[in-house]
């Protein structure tokens, strides 16, 4: 078992940045590939980002692409998320998840076997 702690959101301006970190305690961090997810008000909860136990494969959602960047520190027991160029419609709750269900890498939530409590996101206009 894994538990998450996300860390890093906060209130940010439309074009800036902010890095979200995911601190991991339990077994063994490069178990799990790692992922992160977000919610915004009134809408499904939906994939940003994952990475592979080595780091070496990252997938994106589309709209993210060439401005979030997703890795990890396996020896510190961290994901980090960072974002940059951040818009309006980023706001949400931002989650870490971790899975060991499926030997490679998932970009479906259903994969991810434990989750973090959330950090919100808001970039204003």
């Known amino acids: 078992q894994v538990h998450l702690v996300e860390s890093g959101g906060g209130l940010v301006q439309a074009g800036g940045s902010l890095r979200l970190s995911c601190a991991a305690s339990?077994?063994?961090?490069?178990?799990?590939?790692m992922g992160w997810f977000r919610q915004a008000p009134g809408k499904e909860r939906e994939f940003v980002a994952a990475i592979s136990r080595s780091g070496g494969t990252t997938y994106y959602r589309d709209s993210v692409k060439g401005r979030f960047s997703i890795s990890r520190e396996n020896a510190e027991n961290t994901v980090y998320l960072q974002m940059n160029s951040l818009k309006p419609e980023d706001t949400a709750v931002y989650y870490c998840?971790?899975?060991?269900?499926?030997?490679?890498?998932?970009?479906?939530?259903?994969?991810?076997?434990?989750w973090g409590q959330g950090t919100q996101v808001t970039v204003s206009s």
């Open positions: 339990g077994r063994t961090f490069s178990s799990y590939f």
């Open positions: 998840a971790a899975g060991d269900r499926i030997p490679t890498v998932s970009t479906y939530s259903g994969d991810f076997n434990y």
